[in-house]
């Protein structure tokens, strides 16, 4: 008895460091990503201050949305076919030459804007893949401590892209960034290499449950449509707004561009936390995805209306903070508990490339909209935008038949 509960105890060790390791290099990966999504964002103030317009910048980083969104449809189906290696080194190098080319050729818009839509194309190889390598390789408990490094690490990118954009010139943050995607192509190109050699990652473990309209049936199952409308509001919160954010410290609330890089940096490092709180309300909550979502949702709404009413600078960053975190803590048991949740479906990549297209090609709409809207409508007005989707999140989350423990009930 004593030596099988030894064994045991070996397995689950094994199987927990395995997870750490895949975990671990999805990650690192993931970061560098997401240093690079955030780069614009983060050196807007200072390329307006060298005479881009809002107008500008917010078509080129909707054209990267609406790139980054097709791909993730696409690469998502596709990753669920190709070795999750391939696609994601791959995603990473080329993105890395499109993101450099795109800084030396900016005053040149529409070669800028081609250049900048490619990065957005790689970077959508990289997700859905990830997520299926981490479903299918671990226990549903690991992909779950899995996803939420990942997690961690997109909203990590966000006070990176900042600290380098309060250090040095515009031009040379998207050098960093291109260095930093070169470095993990290789370096991810040979520890999957390994991981595969040793068996601790294998593909195509669970293959589809049915075809065609089959599978339709099985995501119906599975809530897709409540998630795909969460995906959509919280990629309007979780992209766009963050995306903003530095130009509205800079135009509604009077800081510098450094000030507002420096503030921003600091805001989103402290975002960047929102996956653990999540977490840590979600298993508070019983482990009830359903409840911790809807608890999101409201408390992100009244964080919005705090920050219209309040004008002072700090308390107005302060409610701004809590507002994004709490719709970011709706996207984490989104990406971190649902999409791993998925994956004796078989459709892991391509559900998560699906969820990502929605949540992006919301945030392409609403560029668009907020680059135009601040400026005709006002910062004040448009926090109340926000306001309402916040609300029509709540209205989605609400317990129309009765909150569920495990989503796939």
Known sequence: MGKKVRVSIMQISSKAKNAILIGSLCSISY?????????LS???????EDGYTEAYIGSISSLYFIFYAVGQLINGAVGDKIKAKWM???GLFGAGIANLVFSNIVMFPAAAMIAYAITGFCLSM???PMTKVVSENTDPIHATRCSLGYTFASFFGS?????????????SVFAV?????FIMAVVGFFCFTRLERKRIIQYNQYPPQQKGSGNLRVLLKHRIIKFSLIS??????????VFWMPTYLSQHLDFSSKNAATIFTVATLIISLTTFVAIFIYERLGHNMDKTILLMFTSATVFFVLTYLITQPILNIVCMILAIMSSNGAATMLFSRYLPSLRDTGMVSSVTGYIDFLSYIAAAAANLIFANAATALGWGNLILVWVGLMILGVII????HRFKKNPTE
């Open 177 to 181: 960034s291109s260095v930093a995607l």
């Open 397 to 400: 989350a609400l317990p129309y």
């Open 232 to 241: 959509i509001l919280t990629g309007v919160v979780r992209t766009s707004v």
């Open 88 to 90: 994601i080194c791959l």
């Open 31 to 39: 970061f560098a990503v997401y240093i690079t999504r955030n780069i």
């Open 42 to 48: 983060a050196v807007t103030p200072q390329m307006i």
């Open 159 to 171: 006070p990176t892209a900042g600290l380098l954009a309060s250090l040095l010139v515009w031009q």
């Open 126 to 128: 990289i997700y859905g």
